[in-house]
């Protein structure tokens, strides 16, 4: 291995780990002055002055989002190739959404001076890519962050569990526009809102019958918003695979 070579990997693998640590002063002390970031997801052209705001926003939040390297670091004397996925762990749809991302990577004096950035939105229940993500004045990390925003509100707030709960009350509650939810949830999810809401109370429903094993199903479920025990059941069946009654049945077992 040439020497060039040499020191580009090392520059290249110490950047990748500042990622996965979440080190923001690591990762900015790795771009050079001059540095040209290349961010064809969004049609950006960056410059050393736009870095820290830009690496801010795309670093995980918490244990849910995480980047995790898929394939070897390959070099070529300044030039390196690396691929990743960064991932988010949803709760609420039992899913992982991901972006799928590869970059070259040119170092210059030991450190970071260009990056061809390109990312494709997957879903990974299935490995195949999402629809083509609408502009809707959201980038890439800006969709990580809605999705994380989207989970922590269906675990902190009861809003939802009121029967009369819709979407243009979740878009205010999270703070985008209701057209933006809509997209996430059926391009990214591939759910729609009723389907993401239902799971959400079916989920809530289930912890109350661990909490309370005296509690009757379809008496929570009107608690949980639901307006009819047809929908009830249906949805209970689509999240657990079986009847409230048959799900009783297997509880005391399952806790044995």
Not at 141 to 170: H, I, K, N, V
């Amino acid at each position: 291995m040439d020497s060039t070579t040499e020191r580009t990997r090392e520059v290249v693998g110490r950047y990748h780990r500042a990622w996965l640590d979440r080190d923001l002063d690591g990762i900015l002390s790795l771009y050079h002055r001059d540095i040209e970031y290349f961010d064809f997801f969004n049609n950006r052209r960056l410059v050393f002055a736009d870095m820290p705001d830009y690496v801010r926003t795309a670093l995980p939040r918490s244990a849910e989002h995480r980047i995790e390297h898929v394939d070897r670091i390959r070099v070529d004397g300044d030039t390196a190739f690396i691929q990743y996925c960064s991932r988010l762990s949803l709760r609420r749809s039992s899913r992982l959404a991901s972006f799928r991302a590869s970059e070259a990577i040119t170092v210059k004096d030991g450190l970071i001076v260009r990056v061809h950035e390109y990312a494709t939105m997957v879903r990974d229940d299935s490995l195949e890519p999402a629809a083509k993500v609408s502009r809707l004045g959201l980038s890439r990390q800006q969709l990580s962050m809605m999705l994380m925003d989207l989970e922590q509100y269906f675990a902190d707030e009861r809003g939802f569990l009121e029967a009369e709960f819709d979407l243009t009350r979740l878009a205010s509650a999270v703070g985008y526009t209701r057209n933006q939810v809509s997209y996430l949830l059926n391009q990214v999810l591939g759910l729609s809102f009723y389907q993401y809401l239902n799971q959400a109370r079916i989920d809530w429903l289930l912890r109350r019958l661990a909490e309370q094993p005296e509690a009757r199903p379809d008496e929570l479920a009107f608690t949980a918003g639901f307006n009819s025990l047809s929908v009830f059941y249906r949805c209970f069946r689509e999240r657990t695979g079986m009847s409230p009654r048959a799900y009783l049945k297997q509880r005391p077992a399952k806790n044995s």
